[in-house]
């Protein structure tokens, strides 16, 4: 059974920093596009930074452009969502995803296979 670990969310004062980690049980998700989303209370789920198989290629969110780095090690099987200048409306569950057939990134959630189970991440302000 494949799986994905979400770890690394927590709670942070707005202006903080928080690095998620995102690791996956096989090695064949490094041949595929992953990416990250997240849910806030009562809103629809939405695409925050994808990245293609190799990491060269990237998607973000305009909202978190320009904070957010999205980045991977495929030698550790693990993708990671650096999260900076936080804003108390990027409280959400944030959840990680991977495709198995996707090398670019896409920011539809319907390209993804995988999901994790997701990690809280909440700013105070």
């Known amino acids: 059974q494949v799986q994905l670990v979400e770890s690394g969310g927590g709670l942070v004062q707005a202006g903080g920093s928080l690095r998620l980690s995102c690791v996956a049980s096989?090695?064949?998700?490094?041949?595929?596009?992953m990416g990250w989303f997240r849910q806030a209370p009562g809103k629809e789920r939405d695409v925050v930074a994808a990245?293609?198989?190799?990491?060269?290629?990237?998607y973000y969110a305009d909202s978190v452009k320009g904070r957010f780095t999205i980045s991977r090690d495929n030698a550790k099987n693990t993708m990671y969502l650096q999260m900076n200048s936080l804003k108390p409306e990027d409280t959400a569950v944030y959840y990680c995803?991977?495709?198995?057939?996707?090398?670019?990134?896409?920011?539809?959630?319907?390209?993804?296979?995988?999901w994790g189970q997701g990690t809280q991440v909440t700013v105070s302000s």
């Open positions: 995803a991977a495709s198995s057939t996707l090398l670019s990134p896409s920011p539809s959630g319907s390209d993804y296979d995988y």
């Open positions: 096989e090695g064949t998700f490094s041949n595929y596009a």
């Open positions: 990245i293609s198989w190799r990491g060269l290629s990237t």
